[in-house]
């Protein structure tokens, strides 16, 4: 299984920035998936979900009406399209697949819930 993350890098406060996961060596449309980000010294931290359909979604309140998670079952890929950055945006953005057997629009929101992580891709807002 391998998740691979792309598209960080350096944006100004106020711009944009677009994250890709690409997924290989699973079923991608039988699994949930999450972006959490995390910054040295802190814990990993929800930031979005969205179900094997697609059809549903969860943000952390920080983020909403800013950032939105979307996936294309036919690319194996998930997107995050994040707006209006801020420098507490700064992190490093990790993609995640959880297991979903069960319920097509259901979604994940902690850590322990996922199976497999990609290697994260640094995001950095400057002020």
């Known amino acids: 299984v391998q998740l691979q993350a792309s598209g960080g890098g350096l944006v100004q406060a106020g711009g944009s920035l677009g994250l890709s996961c690409e997924v290989s060596?699973?079923?991608?449309?039988?699994?949930?998936m999450g972006w959490f980000r995390q910054v040295p010294g802190k814990e990993r931290e929800f930031v979005a979900a969205?179900?094997?359909?697609?059809?549903?979604?969860s943000y952390v309140d920080s983020v909403k009406g800013r950032f939105t998670i979307s996936r294309d079952n036919t690319k194996n890929t998930m997107y995050l399209q994040m707006m209006k950055l801020k420098p507490e945006d700064t992190a490093v953005y990790y993609c995640?697949?959880?297991?979903?057997?069960?319920?097509?629009?259901?979604?994940?929101?902690?850590?322990?819930?996922?199976?497999?992580w990609g290697q994260g891709t640094l995001v950095t807002v400057s002020s």
């Open positions: 969205i179900s094997r359909s697609g059809e549903t979604t």
């Open positions: 060596g699973l079923t991608f449309s039988m699994y949930a």
């Open positions: 995640a697949a959880a297991r979903a057997s069960y319920n097509v629009n259901y979604y994940y929101t902690r850590t322990y819930q996922y199976d497999s």
